[in-house]
């Protein structure tokens, strides 16, 4: 028998392998790999949605997630023997980590200086949310903004350690807390030395900072663990302005952040928020300053009229020190946030002074130019550029933004910070868009994996490399869910999708972006039409609605509501927790980055398990002992397919010789109507070329070299199917049970009787099709691999079914393929149901 597994990529060779132990430990694992996914679920569910919670729940929910990961990790590591130790050090790693926060102690020794570029979303407690923020802005939304890096928490607890000002800190948590003990406080802050371990990391920053940026100058910037989140601390705490990038200026200006934040209003701005006083921990930005002709704030809302339809900008000359300060009177731009961005309101103010950069250190305010005071800032081809950026940073957050920016001596828009926008709250709106007859399209379809009320343009996700063209904004609708999504989450407004589940990865994912997400509507693609405007409601009952049109006034109620809960401590601190536990960085299985030391939260490790205990069923079953418990299914339309039943897979009392009427086999049954379909099965061959004889005859003994029988190993569940048709050879494997998060389908085609190019072609349209099931695929020669999973038992019985169909229908299809315009017209006829490849 081929051994594919071992032929191809590059793994051992088995011999003989208890295919029914390594069954039972499948199924083990995927239990074990369920109900953690679930615990994720009902975390994700409790902590994003309007729930109320505290750290008892949160501690108790990660200690029985902990211990079944715990489980998980033992049965998988006696699955493979052993041959993924670092999957186990991934987990002690994030759970360390986990710990650490939900205890409220940091790990020492971590990296005291991190760079922009290699911020990544676990970070974002670590760096602080203002330098999380422009992080996330340069490299995920590849915006530009300053060179810098951040001094992190660690390097903020070091500095405290180093100069035993813990008790001085400790202290401001007891009654009669005076002023005079705050100021001592700061005073042997801005006294302090500094910790060599961070001198040396800070020297080394610095100079690969100014092999960047020459001879710049600093902005040494607050970036305190919750600030520029849910509450902004905007003007608590201090920024130090024009800093010489040397390690003695910086150093200062590090100390003067420090202090900072033990003054009175800093302390009862913390209070007010919940925080008990010293337990808030200060990480610092240190980022080059732009040399701004023009700078200002770009609000991606009215904060005061709540519109949500325009864009409130304000600019004036020089740095932008004087804008976000209200020191000057600033130009004001009101711009509606649609194409062509027609400019509302135009207010010019008089801009009499401007802030303006020292020639040693620091800025200054300075008399602005006579001709520039009442000349407008900002030129209209750079307004249209600060509109376009801020929509940008808006549709990545959902939500309206506070944004400084600055237009540099280029003409290059620069960002410079981003922060939710704190919009004035209002009544709750009755729904006034049934009330209206607006139409409904959808009402109470599926199942609700992430509340929320968007409105957007609908488009098709046909295949992973359809959302190459995903328009920022859109709702993506599909016919299933996939953790493919996950590249265009960050635009997407929402995701409704005809099949799916709860507990899915994609599902983990739409929580973790919080997207607006219904999943297993069974009609979505047939009800929605592409490029459609449309209003998702999705509520926190289970309850959604599809209305035709942009429902606005829905939208912003759901906005304005929202966000009360947010302003809860625990679920601030949530956010932190969950980015170690449900973002997934392992989506595709089939590229060099899917592997232990890559697994970066528990939702990674756990694809990462699913995936390869898959891939050890299939190597037992390709080499199970077949003995005396072979029996044969004699079927018209093919050779004889020999059986091996583990459980359940045939009827009681099924003999040598087996009907296709005994199958009771849920995977393999449907695979068998499938390739038994009308039309799909031609009986007889097809034209053949005198070269493509030729080829066959030259591959027949490097092809049939291992092959000796059609092979089906089954239960009642699960299916591997070894089948050889002519020249090419198939592997199905499936298991389709009644919990999604357990099932699988594998699918894998070598081979063909005609020249090369004609088997690539055949390949190609393979891909195509298997994209449009929902497969992930690779290609590599003519050999093709395929992979789904998390699917309900119906879906799987539904892809099966096409398998089966495409099976029977690309037999012998590779001599057809005479040009490259036939792969995507046979594609077509497939996914239309047209079999018939004559006439």
């Not at 699988?744 to 349209?765: N, P, T």
Request: net charge negative; with cysteine.
């Amino acid at each position: 028998m081929l051994s594919l597994v071992g032929r191809h990529t590059g793994r051992r060779e088995s011999a003989s392998v208890d295919v029914r132990s390594a069954f039972a430990a499948y199924k083990k694992i995927m239990d074990d790999n369920s109900r953690a996914l679930e615990i994720i679920t009902d975390m994700g569910e409790t902590m994003s949605g309007g729930y109320l919670f505290d750290i008892v729940y949160l501690r108790k929910a990660y200690s029985d997630l902990a211990v079944s990961m715990r489980v998980c990790l033992k049965d998988f590591n006696q699955l493979t023997a052993g041959r993924y130790p670092g999957l186990a050090s991934a987990f002690e790693e994030i759970d360390e980590r986990i710990d650490g926060l939900v205890s409220g102690t940091v790990r020492p020794l971590e990296r005291l200086t991190v760079r922009l570029g290699d911020i990544t979303p676990p970070m974002a407690r670590e760096v602080g949310g203002k330098s999380f923020h422009l992080a996330e802005i340069k490299n995920s939304l590849g915006l530009a903004v300053p060179d810098g890096f951040a001094l992190t928490i660690f390097a903020f607890e070091e500095f405290i350690r180093h100069n035993r000002l813990g008790e001085a800190i400790a202290s401001l948590e007891s009654d009669g807390d005076e002023p005079g003990r705050r100021r001592g406080l700061r005073e042997q802050i801005l006294a302090g030395g500094f910790p060599p371990s961070l001198e040396k990391d800070l020297a080394g920053s610095l100079e690969w900072l100014r092999g960047r940026c020459g001879d710049c100058r600093l902005a040494v910037r607050s970036s305190a663990e919750e600030e520029d989140g849910i509450f902004s601390f905007a003007g608590q705490f201090e920024t130090v302005l024009n800093v010489p990038a040397e390690a003695g200026a910086v150093e200062d200006a590090y100390r003067r952040v420090v202090a900072s934040l033990f003054s009175e209003e800093a302390m009862a701005y913390q209070r007010r928020l919940g925080y008990h006083p010293g337990s808030l921990r200060m990480a610092v930005g240190c980022v080059a300053m732009v040399d701004a002709a023009v700078s200002g704030v770009a609000y991606t809302a009215d904060p005061l009229g709540g519109d949500r339809g325009v864009m409130v900008i304000n600019s004036s000359w020089g740095l932008g020190k004087s804008v976000v300060e209200g020191a000057v009177d600033a130009d004001r731009f009101v711009v509606e946030k649609t194409p062509p961005y027609q400019v509302t309101e135009r207010v010019l103010g008089r801009k009499e002074t401007m802030t303006a950069p020292m020639t040693e250190a620091g800025v200054q305010e300075v008399e602005t130019a006579g001709d520039r005071r009442h000349a407008s800032s900002l030129a209209p081809k750079e307004l249209e550029e600060i509109v376009r950026q801020a929509l940008a940073i808006e549709a990545y957050y959902k939500r309206p933004q506070d944004i400084e920016w600055a237009v540099d001596g280029n003409g290059r828009v620069v960002i410079l910070q981003a922060r939710p926008l704190r919009m004035k709250e209002t009544a709750p709106a009755e729904n006034k868009a049934a009330a209206a007859g607006r139409p409904v399209l959808m009402r109470n379809k599926g199942s609700v994996v992430q509340p929320g009320a968007v409105g957007g343009r609908v488009f098709f996700a046909s295949s992973p490399e359809a959302l190459d063209e995903f328009p920022r904004d859109a709702i993506l609708v599909a016919r299933h869910d996939s953790p493919q999504y996950v590249r265009v989450m960050p635009y997407a407004s929402a995701i409704i999708t005809d099949a799916g589940n709860t507990t899915s990865h994609m599902a983990s994912i739409s929580r973790e972006f919080r997207v607006p997400t219904v999943v297993n509507t069974g009609v979505a693609t047939s009800v929605l039409k592409p490029g459609a405007e449309i209003t998702l409601q999705a509520g926190e009952d289970g309850g959604m609605t599809v209305y035709e049109g942009i429902a606005r006034e829905i939208i912003d109620e759901q906005h304005d509501t929202f966000l009360k809960l947010e302003e809860l401590y625990e679920f601030r601190r949530r956010k932190y927790v969950m980015t170690y536990i449900t973002p997934l960085n392992l989506v595709n299985p089939f590229t060099d980055d899917f592997a232990p030391e890559n697994c970066r939260t528990i939702h990674d490790i756990l694809r990462f398990i699913h995936e390869k205990s898959m891939r050890e069923l299939i190597e037992a079953s390709r080499h199970t002992e077949r003995g005396s418990s072979l029996k044969r299914l004699d079927i018209p339309f093919m050779d004889t397919i020999h059986v091996i039943d583990i459980g359940a897979g045939l009827a009681a009392g099924a003999g040598g010789v087996i009907t296709v009427e005994q199958v009771v086999s849920v995977p393999f049954k449907a695979i068998l109507e499938g390739m038994s379909f009308p039309g799909a099965w031609r009986k007889g061959g097809v034209p053949i070329s005198l070269s493509d004889f030729f080829t066959a005859s030259m591959r027949t003994g490097s092809l049939l070299e291992d092959i000796d029988m059609n092979l089906a190993v089954i239960s009642h569940f699960y299916m591997n199917l070894a089948v050889r048709f002519g020249y090419h050879y198939t592997v199905v494997d499936c298991f389709a049970s009644q919990r999604a998060a357990s099932n699988h389908i594998y699918f894998r085609f070598l081979g063909g009787a005609a020249d090369l190019s004609k088997r690539l072609r055949r390949i190609e349209m393979l891909e195509i099709i298997l994209d449009h099931l929902g497969f992930a695929s690779r290609a590599k020669g003519d050999l093709i691999t395929a992979t789904i999973t998390n699917i309900s038992q119906e879906e799987a019985v539904r892809i099966l079914d096409q398998s089966g169909r495409l099976m029977a229908f690309t037999r012998q299809l590779d001599a057809m393929l005479t040009s490259d315009s036939a792969v995507k017209e046979y594609a077509r006829k497939f996914i239309e149901g047209e079999y018939e490849l004559f006439g």
